[in-house]
């Protein structure tokens, strides 16, 4: 899984990831005047640092002596450790994607009706790069690993086509939060994301808000009834004009705003 690499193979992948989209951003870009260090290139950087190294870490340690010690009484039987492993290869990594692709959008579905607060920390980027995709509240990751860390529990964490997939799906994720503009004509749109569609995901227009939950396959959104996905580009990102004005500049104070709008509605209630 993407949130349970190693700390040092996850920093790696991201220094690599960020040299590859320098240039791959620059051939296609969806907004031209996006520039590759953008305003909050340095929030989002700082954000990505603290929950590789500080928030995995811990989180992975407290699931491995809390949640898998428990699962591991109740899952006896995991699908990708017995069975799965002895399907072909390509068979095997469509599968896992297709498992962890269904998780991705039920999790991401789930943060925007009941997570709000924290999931947009992730929505309130104005300039979408592949960056954009490791913007994520301390929360809202921690979320995101217990989601993804159950489900592949129940596959099966072994076998060479699980770990090929959490590659794959961590790769299209920088590419569908890319500044590319890339769009798949029919019927293709229907079947995998772009970067097009996910940017519809991120824009203000009312008629995008809770819409292109998936990772990758976009048919999950046209069965759920959340697909969206207009011709044009959207006419900007980020949250409503009046949540967006509400967004601290600093990384820390930005981190801690939902914690404490939470903190003043329960101590309002009592
Ligand atoms: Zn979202
Ligand atoms: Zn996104």
Redesign the pocket.
Same mark, same amino acid.
């Given at each position: 899984m993407a949130y349970l690499v190693d700390a040092e193979d996850f920093a790696l992948g991201l220094v690599v990831a960020g040299i590859i989209c320098l240039f791959v951003e620059r051939i296609r870009p969806a907004e031209k005047n996006t520039q590759y260090f953008k305003k909050d290139f340095r929030k989002e950087l700082g954000l990505a640092v603290l929950n590789a190294l500080a928030v995995l870490p811990l989180l992975t340690f407290l699931i491995s002596i809390s949640i898998i010690e428990l699962l591991k009484n109740y899952v006896p039987y995991q699908m990708f450790d017995e069975t799965l492993r002895h399907l072909p290869l390509a068979l095997q990594i469509l599968l896992a994607l297709l498992i962890m692709d269904m998780s991705t959008y039920w999790r #991401?579905r789930f943060?925007?009706n009941y997570m709000w607060q924290y999931?947009a920390f992730?929505?309130s980027a104005e300039e979408i790069t592949w960056l954009t995709s490791l913007r994520l509240h301390p929360v809202d990751y921690a979320v995101a690993l217990l989601f993804d860390t159950m489900v592949l529990y129940f596959l099966g964490f072994g076998g060479q086509g699980i770990a090929a997939a959490i590659v794959i799906a961590q790769v299209y994720n920088y590419f569908t939060h890319a500044n590319l503009n890339v769009k798949f004509r029919k019927p293709l749109c229907y079947v995998l994301a772009s970067p097009h569609y996910h940017r519809w #995901?991120h824009a203000t227009d009312k008629s995008a808000y809770d819409k292109n939950?998936c990772g990758i396959f976009s048919f999950l959104d046209v069965i759920f009834g959340t697909y969206h996905h207009p011709e044009e580009l959207p006419q900007a990102y980020g949250l409503s004009p009046r949540d967006q004005k509400e967004v601290p500049a600093g990384l820390f104070a930005h981190i801690l705003h939902p914690i404490k709008k939470d903190l003043r509605k329960i101590f309002r209630k009592k």
């Open positions: #991401h943060t925007h999931h992730h929505h #995901h939950f």
